[in-house]
Each structure stands twice: as structure tokens, then as C-alpha cells.
């Protein structure tokens, strides 16, 4: 089955600086590749997606880049604002994914 | 917009003590999900239904089983519950297996004494 590293476990920043968190997968059959923010007390929240045909995608402050040769892809976050903090899981699979440990990341203002 | 309902937000148990948690969705989604939440271990698949009275084994079913009776609801139960199912369950929907976006509910934090 899939398998699906993440790093690092925790990310402190200064407001105002960028944030990467960086994540691998195992399985080259897998097509879909989320990523879910989950604050204090709520269930995660997809934040941003990207299919195995497409390379990069931009929403706003976040991006996420993928690269199937070397088996990773990344979460971008621009101009980090202390409500950024949360823990942040990646996925990788198809209609069943596989969620990464979680990247617990702290904005300070 | 979507909303997925568990019946509690916290929960304590003995030891032993059968306990069902419920998942009520209130779209029309094939598939449903419980997941299991440990700190540094990430989100853990127990069980998956994706119609009324089907269900698939995840990656960690031991100790649970789960219930559909009708789309809408998707029950976890654990038949003797132990310490070490001591955790937050997360409850999660998905539309169609060709839209993979997942729908989380709040979460139940279970403490088994």
C-alpha cells in the first residue's frame, strides 16, 4: 500500500516569513494529492489539492508543488499570519488516501 | 456546504464497556469513513462504507467494527473497549470515488479508564 512521509513535525515562523512543509509517497499508481489544515478543537479542512497531470497549483497565500519523478510534493505558505497555525496533514492515494503524520506549524506574531 | 455530526464531543468509558459512536451526514454522500487520530502518528483508517450495509477493513480494524444501516449514519463500535483505544476519533464523507475531497466531522475524544 501506500506510503506517505511527512517533514518536519513542527514549523515555528515569524509572521510575515514563508512555510514548507514537504511530504513523499511510495505508490507511482497514486493520483490525487490533498492537503488538510486542522485547527484547535475542528475536524481537518481541505485547504488545497493536486492531481498527478498537474505540477503546481496556487491559491492565494498557498501553493502546492508536485513532483512524480522524485515521488514528492510541497505546501507553500507565503506571508504566514498567526491564524496559519494549525497542523497541516498530506495525503497521497486515489479514492482512499493515506494521510502523513501531520506538521504542527506556529506562527508567532 | 457539507456538515458531518458526531454524537459526542467527549466521551469517558470503562474498561470492557461496549461503546458506539455515530457519524449523521446530512449529504448525499456514497462514502463514509472513521478514522483514528494519535499524536506523531497521524490520522489512521479504522473501517470505510461506501453503500448501505458495506464496509471495507482499513488499515487498523482490530478491536472495532463498524455499522450502515442507512447512508446518512455510519456507526463506529468498539464491543470491549481498552486503554489503548484511548484517542480522538474522526469521522470523515466523501461524495463520489471520482471527487476525493473528504469531509471531516468535529471528532470525538474517547478516554477508556
Known amino acids: 500500500g501506500e506510503n506517505v512521509e511527512q517533514h518536519p513535525s513542527t514549523l515555528s515562523v515569524q509572521e510575515g516569513d514563508s512555510a514548507v512543509i514537504k511530504c513523499t509517497y511510495s505508490?507511482?499508481?497514486?493520483?490525487?494529492f490533498p492537503w488538510y489544515k486542522q485547527e484547535l478543537g475542528k475536524g481537518p479542512q481541505l485547504i488545497i489539492d493536486?492531481?498527478?497531470?498537474?505540477g503546481e497549483k496556487k491559491d492565494q497565500r498557498i501553493a502546492v508543488t508536485l513532483n512524480k519523478t522524485a515521488k514528492h510534493f510541497s505546501l507553500h505558505i507565503t506571508e504566514t499570519q498567526p491564524e496559519d497555525s494549525a497542523v497541516y496533514f498530506c495525503?497521497?492515494?486515489?479514492?482512499?488516501?493515506?494521510f502523513g503524520r501531520g506538521t504542527s506549524l506556529i506562527v508567532h506574531p | 456546504d457539507v456538515k458531518v455530526t458526531q454524537s459526542s464531543r467527549y466521551l469517558v468509558k470503562r474498561t470492557g464497556e461496549k461503546v458506539f459512536l455515530e457519524c449523521v451526514q446530512d449529504?448525499?454522500?456514497?462514502?463514509m469513513f472513521w478514522y483514528r487520530q494519535d499524536p506523531g502518528l497521524g490520522l489512521r483508517l479504522i473501517y470505510f462504507?461506501?453503500?448501505?450495509?458495506?464496509?471495507e477493513k482499513g488499515d487498523i480494524p482490530e478491536g472495532y467494527s463498524v455499522s450502515r444501516e442507512k447512508k446518512e449514519r455510519f456507526s463506529l463500535i468498539l464491543e470491549s473497549a481498552s486503554t489503548n483505544q484511548t484517542s480522538m476519533y474522526l469521522c470523515?464523507?466523501?461524495?463520489?470515488?471520482?471527487?476525493?475531497?473528504?469531509?471531516f466531522g468535529p471528532g470525538t475524544r474517547l478516554t477508556v479508564t
Open positions: 495525503a497521497g492515494g486515489s479514492y482512499i488516501p493515506t
Open positions: 470523515a464523507t466523501l461524495l463520489t470515488s471520482t471527487l476525493y475531497e473528504q469531509y
Open positions: 505508490d507511482s499508481a497514486s493520483n490525487y
Open positions: 462504507s461506501y453503500d448501505v450495509k458495506m464496509k
Open positions: 493536486i492531481r498527478s497531470n498537474v
Open positions: 449529504m448525499d454522500h456514497e462514502n
